[in-house]
């Protein structure tokens, strides 16, 4: 009998197209996958069975009177618990929203039920996104399918971990200074953040919104291809949405995938590497880069100075907008409320009870960077070094055609060994934030395993706003690549997960 949570959301496409499985066989398998592991994974934080199975049974239905379906109907999916959905619950991890059903859905979430892709649940993240690890969630960390004592990186490592246990083929996430990319680095899965405002942020409830972008996630650069199709698009609800026509990626991927680089110009960022990063990173990093070069890829060093300063600016950047962004969580409006005797002290007390330790460390430091007296001197000092990092990267792709990097220095840590530790857990995104305060696109695919330990590194490529089809075209070519080199894809998982087969 075929194992279907193994298939690539494609195969699954093409065989429900064929007629040899339904929707509900499919929505089914997973949600028995979710059923047997996730109490291991902890990957959702809600699971929609009763939708996802009357959503899989519509979609049969139409099928078999022949109704013209979109290409990924009867698919099913994970969403982060960042996107409002109408009717299930949404938290973005935090007690502040526990139990909060929203009256409508936001327009990703939309166009995924438009698309008829069955919705399995909502996956765990850090509270409000705040964090590099899903330690941060309120409701408890998830842990890493590879090694359950590591983690899967983060705000996302719910729906990456959701795709690497096999508990969904595909899942949606949210990308602020890495959370799409650097959870797909340390599962060993494919991730994408989007050219900004190429997918609506209509409905994603804001933690920085000059940073924040929806993405797709899956197993393949393919899949992720054909979500990222289905999400994008412009959006008159969201004023940031771009005006032009959804990338090609699905095709881009698929050319990609005869992994041929000849004449592509690669560019390895000279401050994106080096000291900090784990040996076991930059081996497989050199290895990938030589994969590239032997399939006729041009390889050039390229430097960006102002990088270094990256990643002070973003932890103004980020808490002056997030304090912003959360000062509507109050217990006066809706979630949370912890009476008290005026209306002062109830939302003090609110907010003091309603969210965590790292989301009012944000809050405090946003402040402080807004305050009066001190506004030119942090946050508008942290723009003006956002655009250096905008002109360095400008002037990098006038030698090549995307830049490289590995995506996170390390590979996964244990749960709680830099909990404490807020400027460690900082550094996880060293690689990955320039491109959020650049608004250029970025995508994650597995570059193998580290030699030192057996966990998974990822291969960073970014390119040119608007130009995330290019990411998809060498991203294909390397997944092949890599994938003839290690005899298939990286579908290891714990052991604890293997007997749930």
């Known amino acids: 009998m075929t194992d279907w949570t193994r298939a690539t959301a494609a195969q699954m496409a093409d065989s429900l197209a064929a007629g040899e ?94 698309a008829r892709m069955p919705i399995l649940g909502k996956t765990n993240m850090d509270e409000f996104a705040m964090g590099s690890s899903t330690e941060h969630s309120a409701y408890g960390p ?65 933690l920085a919104s000059s940073l924040d972008q929806l993405g797709p996630c899956g197993r393949t650069v393919l899949d992720t291809a054909m979500l990222h199709e289905v999400m994008g698009g412009h959006d008159p609800h ?86 912003s962004n959360l000062a509507k969580f109050d217990g006066v409006r809706f979630g949370l409320r912890v009476e008290r005797e005026t209306i002062e002290r109830t939302m003090a007390a609110t907010r003091a009870q309603g969210f965590g330790d790292e989301v009012k460390r944000r809050i405090i430091l946003g402040t402080y960077a807004l305050s009066a007296g001190y506004y030119d001197a942090y946050y508008g000092s942290a723009q003006k070094v956002r655009t250096l990092i905008q002109r360095d990267f400008a002037a990098a792709f006038e030698a090549a055609d995307v830049l490289v990097s590995p995506t996170a220095p390390t590979t996964p840590f244990k749960i709680g060994e830099r909990i404490d530790d807020p400027l460690a857990m900082y550094l996880n995104d060293v690689a990955t934030i320039p491109a959020n305060l650049a608004g250029i696109p970025g995508m994650s695919i597995p570059a193998g395993l580290a030699p030192e330990d057996g966990l998974p590194v990822g291969f960073q490529l970014l390119a040119p706003a608007h130009e995330d089809a290019r990411l998809y075209r060498v991203g294909g070519a390397l997944e092949s690549l890599l994938n003839a080199t290690w005899g298939g894809p990286l579908t290891s998982v714990a052991p604890e997960l293997e007997v749930a087969r």
């Open 142 to 206: 998830t842990h890493n399918p590879w090694d359950l004592d590591r983690i899967p990186g983060g705000s996302g490592g719910g729906s990456a971990a959701a795709l690497a246990a096999f508990e969904a083929p595909l899942t949606i996430g949210s990308d602020t200074g890495g959370s799409i990319r650097q959870p797909a680095a340390v599962t060993a899965t494919v991730g994408v953040k989007p050219t900004y405002g190429g997918v609506s942020r209509y409905g994603a409830i804001a």
């Open 21 to 114: 499985v339904t929707s509900v066989a499919l929505t089914q398998a997973h949600l028995d996958r979710i059923a047997a592991v996730d109490g291991d994974v902890h990957a959702f934080l809600h699971v929609n069975t009763e939708g996802a199975l009357e959503t899989a049974s519509g979609v049969d239905a139409d099928r078999a009177a022949g109704v013209s379906l979109p290409r990924l109907a009867g698919v099913p999916i994970g969403i982060k618990d960042v996107l409002v959905t109408q009717g299930l619950p949404t938290t973005a991890g935090s007690r502040i929203l526990e139990g909060w059903l929203p009256p409508y859905d936001a327009t990703v979430t939309r166009k995924v039920r438009e």
């Open 238 to 323: 969201d004023a940031t949405s771009l005006r032009e026509p959804v990338p090609g990626a699905v095709a881009a991927a698929l050319e990609g995938a005869s992994g041929d680089l000849t004449g592509v110009r690669i560019g390895v960022v000279t401050e994106l590497g080096g000291e900090g990063y784990q040996d076991g990173v930059r081996q497989r990093f050199e290895e990938a880069l030589d994969a590239a070069r032997g399939a006729g890829a041009e390889i050039v060093e390229v430097s960006c100075p102002s990088f270094v300063y990256a990643l002070a600016a973003y932890y103004l950047i980020l808490p002056a907008e997030a304090s």
